[in-house]
Each structure stands twice: as C-alpha cells, then as structure tokens.
C-alpha cells in the first residue's frame, strides 16, 4: 500500500474493517490467529486477513517474534512517530539530492559564464521539515558551530545537538539573553551544556535567533516569510558575505557578553548591564511591556528592575528614572 493510502485513509478491500480489527486486537491485547478474529467479530477471514495487513503497514500491528500469526497492537502514538521519522528521512535524503544534483550543474553554469543561481535564500515551513533540516545540517558541522538564542523556545530546544557536536569536537559557542539566568530550571539546562564544553554566555537582547554552521551556512528563525498559523520556519542562506556579517555581529557581542559560570549565577552578575539596557529604553519613553519584551523577560520582573532604579535615584518618574540612569551609566562606562 502506498504512502498516500495511509495518509488518506484509503485501504484496500477489507478497510472499512480496520478500525473493528484494531479495537479488537487492544482488547484482547493481541490477536492470536486471523481466524479466531474473524469468528469472533462474524467478518469473512479474508477481510480479517486485509485489514491486518493494512494495519501492519500502518504501524498499528506488529507480529509477534517467533509465532508469525500472533499481532499485538501498537500505541497510535508510537505509530504515528515511527512513520513520521520514515518520512523526515526520506525528505532530506531527497533534498541533500536535489543539492548534490544543483551543485553538480551549477560546475557547469560557472564554466561557461552562465548567471549565478537567482536567489541564496531558501524557506522551510513546518516543524517536521524545521527539524530534518537541522539534523542534516549538524551531521554535515565540523568546525563550528555559533548560536545566537533570541526569544524563548525561538529556536526550539537544540541542546542534544550541542552535545553531540560537542561530543564530535565541534567548537559550541552560545549567545543568550540573560533572562536565562533567572530559572533555576534553565540555569540547570545550561550548566549541563558548559559541563559538557559548551561555551554560553548572555547578554541584555539578542534581536534574532540565528545559527552559522561552520563560518558559511547561515539559519535564520521564525522569517517573516515563513508560515501562517505559528509554523515553525526558517530561512537557510548559503552567501558568504551574509554569513562574514553574522560572524562581525556575533563576536561584537561576544566581547560584551557575560559567562554563564555555573549555576549559583543568576542575575547578580549581570546586573549592571541589565539595568543600563532597563534605564535606556525608559529614557526613550518604552512602556513596561515593551521593555520586557525587547530585553526577553517578564513584565512582572521588569517592574522589579524600574522600582529598584526609582529607589537608588529617588526619580519621582519613569523617565527622569531612565534619563538619570542612563547619565550615571555614561559616566562610570
């Protein structure tokens, strides 16, 4: 049966006894002979027989080692998990094709004068695709890997693969905004990541996740161009002079980035900087919600940084808090 008949639900003949054979399998916990299925449930063996196969092909049966005529059911869950891996597999097996066969050709353009391809940029939409991207991309890493961690869950959760590359070695170099220092819960997540040998450090804002796979490939999340609907997307550019202007952004903020030392840190070690980033954006008239999202954190924990700046200066207002703020900083940077 093919891909497209298990997608759709269509099932050779038998189907529409599928669902009663699989109820009937989770009942009894296993279907123990075709024959004693089809009597019990009064369906011709022949139709029992098919919709077993259907369900075989679907993940939803599996035989039983050593009987070969016993059939336990599977979680749906499990089920759906194994064909979905299948399937992101084959996608990009297809697709690093489809780039041999292009860069293969494009020898050919460059030899005879032809135009350069039209565009550097390609757009994946959707988790599935998002996601066998990025395994190919860090099974292809070798040198180096840069990450700039914007919002939260932005990125999606990428630490297995620092490990592995790690592991591999792979040079990691994490940048992140300092509200990740504020959960006990992520301080631990990254302890893990710098016990491992990756490098994390944090800074006030950083305005766009992005990864650059050894100096050349650069990944860009959540594009405008992306999905509708909260898909996860991203944009994947292959141009060096793009990449090299990722790579100047990434080390000026990693000369202004504070380590993630361990994780007994929080916010103590960064609270200079925080409250300078705080006291610029109140000197330009930013509300409390717009400051916490542009510095990533709550606005709940914001407000805690502007009435503790009000307090040390005596500010009677949010923006002589900011401007005053901001003079101090000037003067002891």
Not at 273 to 283: E, F, H, K, P, V
Request: net charge negative.
């Amino acid at each position: 049966m093919s891909m497209t008949a298990l997608f759709t639900g269509r099932s050779p003949s038998g189907g529409e006894h599928v669902t009663d054979v699989y109820h009937y399998a989770a009942r009894k916990g296993a279907i123990e002979a075709v024959d004693v299925a089809a009597a019990d449930l009064g369906i011709d063996v022949h139709l029992v027989s098919e919709a077993v196969r259907h369900l075989m092909e679907s993940r939803l049966l599996r035989a039983d080692d050593g009987t070969g005529g016993r059939f336990v059911p599977v979680d749906p869950d499990l089920a759906v998990a194994s064909l979905v891996s299948s399937v992101e597999r084959e996608i990009y097996r297809r697709r690093e094709l489809i780039d041999q066969i292009r860069e293969r050709v494009g020898v050919f353009g460059a030899r005879t004068g032809g135009d350069p391809p039209p565009s550097t940029v390609e757009y994946l939409v959707g988790a599935m695709e998002v996601r066998g991207f990025l395994k190919t991309a860090g099974d292809a890493c070798r040198d180096e890997l840069l990450v700039l961690q914007g919002g939260v869950g932005e990125a999606g959760d990428l630490s297995q693969m620092f490990l592995v590359l790690v592991a591999r070695g792979v040079t990691v170099r994490v940048i992140c905004q300092h509200r990740s220092r504020a959960d006990v819960a992520t301080r631990l997540a990254m302890k893990r990541l710098t016990d491992a040998g990756v490098e994390v450090y944090t800074v006030s804002h950083v305005p766009r996740s992005a990864i650059v796979f050894d100096r050349s490939l650069v990944v860009l999340f959540g594009d405008g161009e992306g999905g509708e609907g909260g898909d996860v997307s991203l944009a994947r550019v292959r141009n060096q002079g793009i990449a090299q202007f990722f790579l100047d952004m990434f080390n000026h903020l990693w000369e202004t980035a504070t380590p993630l030392e361990g994780v007994e840190f929080g916010y103590a070690t960064v609270a200079d900087d925080l409250q300078q980033s705080i006291a610029t954006l109140m000197a330009k008239g930013y509300t409390d919600e717009v400051v916490a999202r542009k510095l990533g954190m709550s606005v709940r924990s914001c407000r805690r940084h502007i009435a503790t700046l009000m307090r040390d200066l005596d500010a009677t207002s949010r923006f002589q808090a900011g401007v005053e703020a901001a003079r101090k900083f000037l003067k002891t940077g």
